[in-house]
Each structure stands twice: as structure tokens, then as C-alpha cells.
């Protein structure tokens, strides 16, 4: 007979990450894993791409498309009947592989699967360079068929055709824009990168199904800090799939991100090599109730 103890185990989560493997930078799959890892979770991986390091102020990144590779994995899968709590896309390799990811929802995910789209894709005002110009209206199919998605200001400007500007923004242009990106098709929405003052920053999550609106503020700090919206996706996610509710897991996500920020910015280094995110674990664990 198992004790009680033993009930997790035989209970843990399963969630499929489909993002790129970033080999230096922290982001993508390489936060993706340690931070669901942390909330007791499993995570299978489809890697995407992989690149030397991630795109964002770098240049000369080596880049291997695996499009090719995502079926065959996802077909290999099935002949295992494993079974997915959620499934979690970030950066996608190639344009293509869009109707890919539709196509493994369909193989992978059963009624009870959260599918959570971040439609990484642009930052800043601006579309990442790997990306055609036609790549956000090709997103909007995955958005459609999301429970949640996680989109940065600028990918709700590319996603929703809303011009693209700096904030503090108002709270009616904000609820405009969550109610454009409900529009598309998902049940919630965590719009990241609000802020309607100087002094606060952090997401508004929407709920197209009672449209409850809710404004999560953390300390803003300035500057670009790369792999945020990786490291605030992943744990919102890893929140989520343990039971949080949308608000409590942006507040988890918020605060985590934010502490992982004030960290690197105490710490001084290179911006682009990513946030120190790693020493913010142990108290993600303890929020969760996991230690
Ligand atoms: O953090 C988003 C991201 C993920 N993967 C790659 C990227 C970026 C952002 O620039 O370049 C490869």
C-alpha cells in the first residue's frame, strides 16, 4: 500500500515546453525547464530551433530550424499515450511550424490539456529579425486556439493592429487592447509590459468569461533585461498547472520576475546574458507551498 506521502508522485504534472533551446542567454527552454522543474512539474521538451545564443542585441548566432523534427517527435509520443496538464509554446522556429504546433494541440492535448500561447515574437516596437512580416497574422491562429495567452505590448500591437507606443499607458487604452486580443479566440489573456505610472510595472490579466480585469503591479525597474517574458511565461505556467488561480499565478509571476530583475541590475552584469532567475527559485517553490 502507498502512504499518503507517496500520492504526488503518482500524481505529478506533465507539461510539453515548444520553444527554442538558446544555448547561452537564458531564455527559452533553457528558463522554461528550471522554473516548472522548481514547481514540481515535469516538462517534456520540443525544441524548435537551436541557436548559439538567443537573437536579442547579438549578432553571429549559429541557427538550426527543427521543423522537421517536431512531428516525428509528437508521432513517437503517441505511440507512448503519454498525457500532457498543459502545453506551453514560446518562440517558433520558422513560419511553418505555426501550423505544426496547431496540428501537435490535436495529437497531444486532451480535454482537461491548458494550452498556453506565448506568441513570442517582437519586442520594443519591433519584430524579432527572424520573423517574417506576415508572422503575427499567422500567431493569431495559435492565440485562437489558446486557454491562455501571454503577449508583451508589442506583440499585442502586431496581434491586435493597435499602434505601438511607449506607456504610462491608461487604462482605457489597456482594456482596449485586452479586449481585441479575447477577441481572437483565448479564454484569458496576461497582457506583460503595463504600466500606467512611472513607478509600477507588471501584467493585466483579462477573463473573457466573466471580463474581470485585474492589474498586477511590481516595481518597475528601467532599462531592457532579456528573457523577462520567458522567465514571467514559465512562471506563470508552472503556477497555473499547480492549481493557482490566473490572478494568483500574475502575482506569483510578477513578483518573481521582478526580484530576478532587481538581482541582475544589483549584480551589473551584461543585460543580454539573460536574468538571474535561478537564486529566485527557492522562494518560488516556498509560494507554491512546495518546501
Ligand atoms: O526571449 C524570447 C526569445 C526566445 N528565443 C530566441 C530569441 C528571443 C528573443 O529575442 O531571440 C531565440
Not at 25 to 54: F, M, N, Q, R
Not at 152 to 179: D, H, M, W
Amino acid at each position: 500500500m502507498h502512504s499518503e506521502k507517496m500520492k504526488p508522485l503518482t500524481n505529478q504534472k506533465r507539461v510539453a515546453a515548444i520553444h527554442d533551446i538558446s544555448c547561452f542567454g537564458k531564455c527559452s527552454l533553457t528558463v522554461a525547464l528550471p522554473i516548472i522543474s522548481t514547481a514540481g512539474i515535469e516538462v517534456s521538451v520540443i525544441p524548435t530551433a537551436v541557436l548559439s545564443t538567443h537573437t536579442g542585441g547579438l549578432t553571429g548566432y549559429t541557427y538550426r530550424d527543427l521543423t522537421e523534427d517536431i512531428l516525428p517527435i509528437v508521432s513517437h509520443w503517441q505511440s507512448l499515450n503519454l498525457s500532457f496538464d498543459a502545453i506551453y509554446t514560446g518562440f517558433l522556429g520558422s513560419f511553418k511550424q505555426l501550423d505544426i504546433v496547431l496540428k501537435t494541440f490535436e495529437q497531444l492535448k486532451n480535454p482537461d490539456t491548458l494550452i498556453v500561447v506565448d506568441p513570442v515574437m517582437a519586442d520594443n516596437g519591433k519584430l524579432y529579425s527572424t520573423f517574417p512580416e506576415n508572422f503575427p497574422e499567422g500567431m493569431k491562429k495559435l492565440c485562437a486556439r489558446a486557454d491562455v495567452i501571454v503577449p508583451n505590448i508589442t506583440e499585442a500591437a502586431f496581434l491586435t493592429g493597435e499602434k505601438y507606443c511607449e506607456g504610462p499607458y491608461s487604462r482605457q487604452v489597456v482594456e482596449r487592447i485586452l479586449n481585441k486580443l479575447a477577441g481572437l479566440g483565448p479564454k484569458q489573456v496576461v497582457l506583460t509590459g503595463v504600466y500606467l505610472d512611472e513607478k509600477n510595472l507588471g501584467a493585466a490579466c483579462y477573463d473573457a468569461l466573466t471580463g474581470e480585469i485585474n492589474y498586477i503591479d511590481g516595481r518597475r525597474i528601467d532599462g531592457l533585461y532579456h528573457g523577462t517574458g520567458d522567465v514571467f511565461a514559465s512562471a506563470l505556467v508552472a503556477c497555473m498547472v499547480n492549481g493557482c488561480s490566473l490572478v494568483k499565478a500574475a502575482e506569483i509571476a510578477v513578483d518573481f520576475t521582478v526580484g530576478c530583475i532587481e538581482r541582475t541590475k544589483k549584480a551589473g552584469t551584461d543585460r543580454r546574458f539573460g536574468v538571474n532567475f535561478e537564486a529566485g527559485l527557492p522562494m518560488l517553490a516556498q509560494q507554491l507551498g512546495l518546501i
